[in-house]
C-alpha cells in the first residue's frame, strides 16, 4: 500500500451563500478597506492596504501568501492581537476597532480560538488541563471546565489521551489538543496560523481531515498558509500579496500589474511576472499568464 499524500484528501466544497429561505446571515468576519500602517521614526511601512473580505458562517477560508506578503498582519488584525490603523474590521457583527485592551482580550478568549504552529501547550499539564486554560481565565468552575475539556478531546479523537503530558503525543496528536483547546469556549471562528508548519505528512493529513470534519459541522474556518497543497483542501482561497488580497486569478495578475506600475511608472515585463497563484491556488494551466 502507497503512502497517504495530500492529493488523497478531498477539496472541501463550497457552501451555497444565504439560508434556506433565501436571507443572508451575519457573516463572521467583515473587512472594509483595513489597512495598516507601520512607524519607524520618519519611515512608514503599509502592511496592509487596503483589505476587503467577508467570511460567512460555516465558511472554510484559506488566506495564502508569500513571506512578507502581509499575512501575519492580517492574522494579527483577525485574532484582535492588533487593530487596523483605518478601515472597519467587524467580528460577528461586532466592530473590535473600537474596542479597548480589556474588551479585545475577552474577544480572543471567548469568540476565537487560535490553532497555531508551534502547538503553545504548556509541557507540565497534561492534554486535558491544557485544553481547560482557556476556561480557566473565563472562571469557568472547575467541574464544568473538566466536562467541557473531556468533550473537546473527544471531539477531535483523543478521549483515551486525556492524562498524557505534550511529549507523550505525536505532533498531530498534539495539533489536535491545539484544536480542542480552540473548540473549548465555542468560539464564533477557529484562526489556524501555519497549523502544518511542523507536521509531516502523515500528521498533515490528519489535521487537515480534522479542519474539514469542523467545517462539515457548521464550524467557521481560517486558515492562514503559505503551502498550496494545505490551501487547496480547504473550500475557498484568497490571495495575499504586497499588502493587497485577491480573490482570484484575473483581480490577482490586474492588481500587480497595476501596483509595478505606479511605483516605476512603466509596464511590467509580463515575463519577470509570478503570479501568486504560480506559489499556491490551483488554477488551470492554460488560465495563467
Given at each position: 500500500m502507497s503512502a497517504a499524500t495530500l492529493d488523497d484528501l478531498a477539496p472541501v466544497e463550497a457552501d451555497e451563500p444565504g439560508d434556506v429561505d433565501g436571507s443572508e446571515p451575519e457573516p463572521i468576519l467583515d473587512l472594509s478597506q483595513v489597512r495598516k500602517t507601520y512607524s519607524t521614526g520618519t519611515i512608514e511601512?503599509?502592511?496592509?492596504?487596503?483589505?476587503?473580505?467577508?467570511?460567512?458562517?460555516?465558511?472554510?477560508?484559506?488566506?495564502?501568501?508569500?513571506s512578507g506578503s502581509g499575512k501575519s498582519t492580517l492574522m494579527?488584525?483577525?485574532?484582535?492581537?492588533?487593530?487596523?490603523t483605518s478601515g472597519?474590521?467587524?467580528?460577528?457583527?461586532?466592530?473590535?476597532?473600537?474596542?479597548?485592551?480589556?474588551e479585545l482580550a475577552d474577544v480572543r478568549n471567548r469568540r476565537i480560538g487560535f490553532v497555531f504552529q508551534q502547538f503553545n501547550l504548556l509541557a507540565t499539564l497534561t492534554a486535558q488541563r491544557n485544553v481547560e486554560l482557556p476556561l480557566v481565565y473565563a472562571r469557568v468552575p472547575r467541574a464544568e471546565r473538566r466536562r467541557r475539556a473531556t468533550e473537546a478531546l473527544e471531539r477531535v479523537g483523543l478521549g483515551d489521551?486525556?492524562?498524557?503530558?505534550?511529549?507523550?503525543?505525536?505532533?498531530?496528536?498534539?495539533?489536535?489538543?491545539?484544536?480542542?483547546?480552540?473548540?473549548?469556549?465555542?468560539?464564533?471562528?477557529?484562526?489556524?496560523?501555519?497549523?502544518?508548519?511542523?507536521?509531516?505528512?502523515?500528521?498533515?493529513?490528519?489535521?487537515l481531515s480534522l479542519f474539514a470534519e469542523l467545517h462539515e459541522q457548521g464550524r467557521t474556518v481560517v486558515l492562514i498558509t503559505h503551502e498550496?497543497?494545505?490551501?487547496?483542501?480547504?473550500?475557498?482561497?484568497?490571495?495575499?500579496?504586497?499588502?493587497?488580497?485577491?480573490h482570484s486569478h484575473e483581480e490577482e495578475v490586474a492588481g500587480t500589474e497595476a501596483l509595478a506600475t505606479l511605483e516605476s511608472g512603466a509596464e511590467p515585463d509580463p515575463a519577470s511576472r509570478v503570479p501568486l497563484w504560480e506559489h499556491g491556488a490551483d488554477e488551470p494551466e492554460e488560465d495563467r499568464p
Open positions: 511601512v503599509e502592511a496592509l492596504r487596503g483589505i476587503d473580505l467577508v467570511v460567512p458562517e460555516g465558511d472554510y477560508v484559506a488566506i495564502m501568501g508569500p494579527h488584525i483577525l485574532g484582535c492581537l492588533d487593530i487596523p472597519t474590521y467587524r467580528l460577528a457583527g461586532v466592530d473590535v476597532g473600537v474596542m479597548d485592551e480589556e489521551r486525556l492524562d498524557h503530558r505534550p511529549t507523550e503525543l505525536s505532533g498531530g496528536q498534539q495539533q489536535r489538543v491545539s484544536v480542542a483547546r480552540a473548540l473549548v469556549t465555542d468560539p464564533d471562528l477557529i484562526l489556524a496560523d501555519e497549523p502544518t508548519g511542523n507536521l509531516d505528512t502523515a500528521s498533515t493529513l490528519d489535521v498550496r497543497e494545505v490551501a487547496k483542501q480547504a473550500a475557498r482561497t484568497v490571495l495575499i500579496r504586497d499588502g493587497h488580497l485577491y
